[in-house]
């Protein structure tokens, strides 16, 4: 062997590969979030990529109306202030909302609200009727129901509209004292109305 050889460089042996990390642990923010009576219009990503959505809440002969909600921070918006009134969002309303909180908004990813079970969401939406008349002026008053009252909730909630019809017009049934359903004529929907409460 010549005296060369010794000095020639052979290359290492392969390394061994290297096992893959573990996959990091993400919060859900939200990307693929679907939550059930709340169709998602437009994402948006915050300051810190939690996201900001805009979710139709329902539609009627009259528009088409959404909710805006942080899943970072607990911002959550369903109507716009149109001179001295607040009225429902349109999604471009909605979708200029959202974009604006998403610029100034630095909150991390929270976890996403879970779905409640059906008698815990019965109970919720129940003691949101409930309560409804004191929130008014004079709680002695009769209060129609419009499915916007319960915009501000729907995301705890995460039902249909349709699961919400249902429901008010079983407690209809059940707290005939509290709440009656009729069907209007002119619309060809149910209406419910919070009747006035004794003294």
């Given amino acids: ?3 060369i050889d010794l000095f020639t460089r052979r290359p290492a ?8 990390p573990a996959p990091r642990a993400w919060p859900e923010i939200g990307e693929t979030w679907k939550p059930e009576g709340l169709p998602v219009a437009e994402r948006y990503y915050n300051q810190a990529h939690a996201v900001v959505l805009v979710a139709r809440t329902n539609q ?4 088409t109306y959404y909710l805006v909600a942080c899943l970072g921070c607990h911002f ?5 202030k149109y001179h001295d009134s607040h009225i429902r969002y349109s999604l471009e309303r909605a979708a200029e909302t959202a974009n604006s909180h998403a610029g100034t908004c630095r909150a991390l990813p929270r976890e996403l609200p879970t ?3 059906e008698e815990s969401a019965r109970r919720l939406l129940h ?3 409930l309560t409804m008349p004191r929130r008014r002026r004079d709680p002695h008053q009769y209060l129609d129901l419009d499915l916007g009252d319960f915009d501000s909730g729907r995301l705890e909630l995460q039902r249909t509209n ?3 019809h249902t429901e008010l ?3 209809a049934i059940e707290q005939s004292d509290l709440l009656s359903a009729r069907h209007d004529e002119h619309t060809g929907t149910v209406r419910f109305r919070i009747l006035p409460q004794p003294h």
Avoid: F, N, Q
């Fill in 1 to 3: 062997m010549a005296l």
């Fill in 13 to 20: 042996a392969p390394a061994a590969p290297a096992e893959d």
């Fill in 60 to 63: 009627d002969p009259y528009g």
């Fill in 76 to 80: 959550l918006s369903t109507r716009t």
């Fill in 115 to 117: 779905r409640p079970d």
């Fill in 127 to 129: 003691s949101w009727v």
């Fill in 162 to 164: 349709e699961w919400i």
């Fill in 169 to 171: 017009e079983a407690l």
